[in-house]
């Protein structure tokens, strides 16, 4: 993956404002009434849904990886642990960040 140099609040900026899009997208798919939009239809978009889910895992695998080994050397400061930290967050439990941590260390790169 190339990467165009960028401030660490460029970074900060751009992926909040991407993530806010996305966020904005859902809430007007969700918004959309499709009681009269036929199974086919229903079939090609859950079939897109699942695809971006995919993709919004690989993702999420990829920023998992970056806080356990992260290239810029920051690490979290004294005090609690970062997978307590993110268990609390994302309400998963400390086993399923380390899963997680694992999985995305051992996958590459490769965000599908």
């Not at 005090?79 to 995305?104: I, M, Y």
């Amino acid at each position: 993956m190339t990467c165009e140099p960028l401030t660490a609040q460029t970074v900060h900026d751009r992926v909040r404002a991407e993530l806010d899009a996305v966020d904005a997208a859902h809430d007007r798919l969700r918004a959309i009434c499709t009681d009269l939009a036929g199974n086919a239809f229903r079939i090609e978009i859950a079939e897109r849904l699942e695809s971006q889910n995919r993709r919004n895992r690989g993702l999420s695998y990829r920023f998992f990886g970056e806080i356990a080994e992260p290239v810029d050397g920051v690490t979290w400061p004294a005090g609690p642990k970062v997978r307590d930290v993110l268990a609390s967050r994302l309400r998963l439990t400390a086993g399923e960040v380390k899963r997680r941590s694992r999985l995305r260390h051992g996958s590459g790169r490769d965000d599908r």
